[in-house]
């Protein structure tokens, strides 16, 4: 039973036009397997996920699925029924277990009654029943509905909140509460992070990670996928590729295949090129016949194919004009509506900076990019703008591109001349190229709109960038170009994002707004999630004002609202260097212990013992030298 195979699909075709969408798709999920399905947009994702669930057809192929097995599916427009609470609701999904509960009530009513052979056969039924509520959980549902609802974000204050009075992104997490409580043997997920903050999010994962239920896995969130994943499917012109392993492995293997591949490509190519022009050069010659030799050769020969390779739009932002030193001054800042949002944060922004803002669902995370980019007024403090600083706003609902006007217009900025040839050669880094130019905006893919917002703000020559969820509609490729993109930009970056990953790859700042408090991080995600982790990362807002008044003193030009206690500092223990420094050092260190685990494993250092020997020596020296760097990490990021 432990490697049942519970879901067959082969050789799975689907066509909406001439061009197939899946051409002969196959693979199978065994008992407990967590595997994600990755792909470009458009690549066919969805249309698999739904011939898998019955929703469509294939054209050929066939779907199978073991039927002692229970099937879970994230579905993201359910409908409710009226005068449910959201604890009613959720406890929908263990109405078997409930039934289960009841049943057992009343067998043991009648065996409290009953004597002779039926007290037996009672006696026999209840305590089949009893274990199977047992092996079941049934004694604890109650706290298994809280667990999920609270881990999903859910307070409980919304537990008796009527089903019909919530949003819809409260709607599409109940749904995934749902699904979670009722524990199928296969659960399909579909971009199950929407809609979740990044606390909800880390629980989910660690929630997935120690799930027993077979998962399959369709999701955007590169570190869901890596916590979730044991294996990945890439589904890549109607095709996929199956590589062991969560999403970074994944990336590690296509890179390493596709080396391989063009090497051995461009050599073949280099062959059949020398090969023809022999047999160009001497057809009809004395060589002829050792022409026609050549030419039975490239007949015979079995062409290698070019790697299979997905390619993102290069995007890319122009050089900005460069702005004073002070960016933006926010100080004292508050804000409320019902209630309040944020209240006295103070921090400055330097130029070149890029900055991640993050905090849990209802904290103000957009109004305060809002505010600091002049569309709102705080409640009270004041924001100070830099000299010379032009800023534009990417926000997550796009509507700075005009959705009834054609993509070549929406772009057009009004400060300089762009002709259309201009526009359409922006358009063209951020994949927006032939007839899609002249579509209306409304007219596009969630994806395509996407880019096009993002080609828009290129054309506003703006030194300072806020963007609102930049990453949604996204595919991996696109956003892995967004990231670069924002890394080689010269001018100010501000980011709201739940995507942790991207935060990761772009950001040297972080603004973490909490109810009651905020602190600033000096470094990335994973900075902070260390910090969070070795709970270094609790300083109190109170602390942080200390701290910003004793910058002040000490030189106006230097930044405030750094997170610090408000004690006297400590003396160093290591000497003065830049945080971005040591966290190069520190990866480049666990770049290494990865690469020497990788050349253990190779069969020449495990037939040497001279080799092994050498790699362990190195192993112990570079796992040594690392504790002293995240040491003076956590000295930098407190004492610089």
């Known amino acids: 039973m432990v490697n049942m195979i519970q879901l067959t699909v082969d050789n799975i075709e689907k066509y909406f036009s001439e061009e197939a969408v899946l051409d002969g798709v196959s693979f199978e999920l065994s008992r407990g397997d967590h595997v994600a399905l990755v792909g470009p947009n458009g690549a066919g994702k969805s249309t698999l996920v739904n011939i898998i669930t019955g929703v469509l057809e ?28 959201v604890w009613d609701e959720a406890a929908t999904a263990l109405e078997q277990l409930a039934s289960l509960s009841e049943e057992a009530e009343s067998v043991a009513a009648q065996l409290s009654e009953a004597q002779g052979q039926l007290q037996e056969e009672l ?16 004694y604890n549902i109650d706290y298994r509905i809280e667990r999920i609802l609270n881990g999903l974000g859910f307070n409980e204050s919304e537990f008796h909140q009527p089903v019909d009075q919530l949003s819809g992104g409260q709607k599409n997490r109940l749904a995934l509460a749902k699904l979670l409580l009722a524990e199928p043997d296969l659960m399909i997920l579909d971009e199950p992070s929407n809609h979740l903050d990044i606390d909800a999010t880390q629980w989910l994962e660690k929630f997935l990670a120690a799930s027993p239920t077979t998962i399959l896995l369709v999701s955007h969130d590169r570190f869901l996928i890596d916590q979730v994943a044991h294996k990945t499917i890439e589904l890549h012109q109607g095709t996929i590729e199956i590589y062991k392993g969560n999403y970074s492995a994944y990336m590690r293997q296509k890179d390493e295949r596709n080396a391989v591949l063009r090497r051995t490509y461009e050599k073949q190519q280099d062959e059949i090129a020398r090969l023809e022009e022999f047999v160009r050069r001497h057809i009809g010659s004395q060589k002829t016949a050792q022409a026609e030799d050549r030419r039975k050769k490239l007949d015979r020969m079995e062409r290698v ?149 993002l080609a828009w703000l290129s054309t506003r020559d703006a030194n300072l960038l806020f963007l609102d969820e930049p990453t949604n509609h996204l595919d991996l490729w696109a956003r892995d170009s967004l990231e670069k993109t924002l890394r080689d930009y010269e001018g100010t970056v501000l980011i709201v994002s739940h995507d942790r990953y991207f935060l990761n790859q772009v950001c040297d700042k972080l603004l973490v707004v909490e109810p009651g408090q905020f602190r600033v991080i000096d470094g990335n995600y994973s900075t902070y999630q260390m910090l969070v982790d070795r709970g270094l990362a609790k300083e109190s807002r109170a602390g942080m004002e200390a701290k910003a008044e004793s910058d002040e003193e000490q030189s106006a030009g230097k930044k405030v609202g750094k997170a610090s206690n408000s004690k006297p500092r400590r003396k160093r223990k290591f000497p003065y260097r830049k945080v971005d420094e040591i966290e190069v050092e520190i990866a480049e260190a666990e770049s290494r212990i990865e690469a020497i685990y990788a050349e253990m494993a190779q069969d020449e250092a495990l037939r040497d013992g001279e080799v092994m020997k050498k790699l362990s020596d190195e192993l112990a020296t570079v796992q040594l030298s690392l504790e002293p760097l995240y040491e003076h990490l956590e000295e930098a990021i407190e004492m610089n």
Not at 58 to 85: F, M, S
Not at 125 to 137: H, N, P, S, T, V
């Open 58 to 85: 294939p054209d050929n192929g066939t779907v199978e699925i073991h039927p002692a097995i229970r099937v879970g599916i994230l579905e993201q427009q359910l409908e409710y029924a009226a005068g449910r609470t």
């Open 305 to 453: 194919n070019p790697p299979r390779e997905i390619i993102a739009p290069r995007m890319g932002f122009p050089p900005p004009e460069r702005s004073g030193d002070i960016v933006i001054r926010a100080e004292h800042i508050s804000k409320a509506f019902d209630f309040p949002l944020f209240h006295d944060l103070t921090f400055d922004v330097l130029r070149g900076e890029k900055w991640g803002i993050l905090g849990p669902n209802g904290t103000g995370k957009s109004t305060l990019m809002k505010i600091l980019n002049g569309d709102l007024e705080p409640d009270e403090g004041e924001i100070h703008i830099g000299a010379k600083v032009k800023a534009a706003y990417f926000d997550q609902h796009l509507t700075c591109v005009d959705s009834e006007q054609e993509v070549v217009e929406a772009i057009r900025p009004d400060h300089k001349e762009f002709v259309e040839r201009e526009r359409r050669d922006v358009l063209a880094r951020f994949g927006i190229t032939k007839d899609m130019v002249f579509k209306k905006v409304h007219q596009l893919s969630g994806g395509e709109r996407n880019r096009t917002a």
């Open 123 to 138: 006696a026999e039924r209840f305590d089949r029943l009893q274990e199977r509520l047992f092996q079941q959980g049934a």
